[in-house]
């Protein structure tokens, strides 16, 4: 029953797609880049169910259910609410915007007759992106399946995956899962090593897990950082996304102060994400802590001209204005603050800026 019914599924959703072209709505670039900006502009004033309601979650759900312990966990109690919350992505970029992050529309492509949109979020020097494909649905448009590069997996996957994994914790404690909640404990206890014995020694069972590349890479960091980029080419040549990697790698340069190979990074990322002045965020902090304190004041003011006063940008600033000994810069970066966070004069007299 269960494979017949996946099979009338699919079917249905090809029979949808053979219908599109009855749609009434036109899939091209202006029509899908107002369809992105209207979804960033509901995010920013605070409206989740814009971005919430976009994603095709019949689609999702047809290819999350592939797998048949999935298919049944929609009959476990929790089991359906838990796929909806897994796609309350609007629910997600609406706190990074309330953290005093960002969240926008950066980049719209076609790739094999397909239309894509990429959207960016950062928050307290998290970034990550979104590349949906765009579809119609009911003469309306849709965002379907979409890559999302700090899950390195497609969102379908993301959500198949974290269904399986509790449903086996519930139906199978017993399993391979043991190990991988034992590994995610042990990477909240601060116990990094442990957690990479852990998922080193249980790869096999587990790789297929996003969690597990997510939970690998944080505790290789931290047991590991002078081999942390060799770690990461050897992930790659086994198959690992490279998107996903790239993020990684940027990150670890920037905040190692290598400035070439922040460079490099953003260079190979730009031809998958747009050129997003966000890059010049990054730039700019690997210039300051690699010493270059001009150059990297040139460059993150550059960034505020493009990009809302993020307090990262704002942090960077006041430090480059600190190590030039520029008081009258310091003092006038100080006050743009108090105007964009509300800061009192006597938070902004206690805020320590190394």
């Not at 899908?32 to 960033?40: C, K, L, R, W």
């Not at 810069?329 to 902004?348: T, V, W």
Request: charged share 20%.
């Amino acid at each position: 029953m269960v494979v017949t019914f996946i099979g009338l599924l699919n079917l249905s959703c090809r029979q949808s797609k053979e219908t599109e072209t009855h749609d009434t709505i036109e899939l091209n670039e202006a029509n899908i880049s107002a369809f992105a900006t209207s979804i960033v502009k509901a995010v920013h004033q605070g409206d989740a169910s814009q971005l919430n309601n976009a994603i095709d979650k019949d689609y999702i759900k047809s290819l999350v259910t592939e797998n048949s312990i999935v298919y049944s966990g929609f009959d476990v109690e929790g089991g359906e609410a838990y796929f909806e919350k897994s796609l309350h992505l609007g629910n997600q970029a609406v706190q990074t915007v309330n953290n005093g992050g960002d969240f926008t529309f950066v980049k719209y492509y076609t790739l094999d007759n397909e239309h894509h949109v990429i959207f960016r979020s950062y928050d307290n020097f998290a970034l990550n992106f979104w590349d949906f494909e765009v579809d119609t649905v009911g003469g309306e448009l849709r965002l379907h399946d979409g890559f999302l590069y700090n899950a390195g997996c497609l969102l379908s996957k993301s959500v198949q995956y974290g269904m399986l994994y509790n449903l086996m914790l519930q139906t199978n404690p017993d399993s391979e899962v043991q190990w991988l909640q034992k590994a995610e404990e042990q990477t909240i206890n601060g116990k990094h090593a442990e957690a990479l014995r852990i998922l080193t020694e249980h790869r096999t069972g587990l790789e297929e897990y996003p969690i597990y590349w997510q939970l690998f890479i944080a505790n290789l960091y931290k047991t590991a950082p002078s081999r942390f980029i060799q770690e990461l080419n050897a992930l790659e040549e086994s198959g690992l996304n490279q998107r996903y990697l790239l993020l990684h790698r940027l990150l670890y340069y920037t905040n190692n102060g290598q400035v070439a190979e922040t460079e490099q990074t953003i260079d190979q990322l730009i031809p998958h994400t747009g050129d997003d002045p966000i890059y010049l965020l990054f730039y700019g902090k690997a210039a300051m802590l690699s010493g270059k304190y001009a150059d990297a004041l040139t460059v993150l003011q550059t960034a505020e001209e493009v990009l809302p006063l993020l307090w990262d940008l704002w942090y960077a600033e006041l430090q480059c204005y600190k190590h030039l000994n520029d008081t009258a810069g310091y003092e006038k970066c100080l006050s743009k603050g108090k105007e964009a966070y509300g800061m009192s004069d006597s938070e902004l007299k206690n805020l320590k800026v190394d």
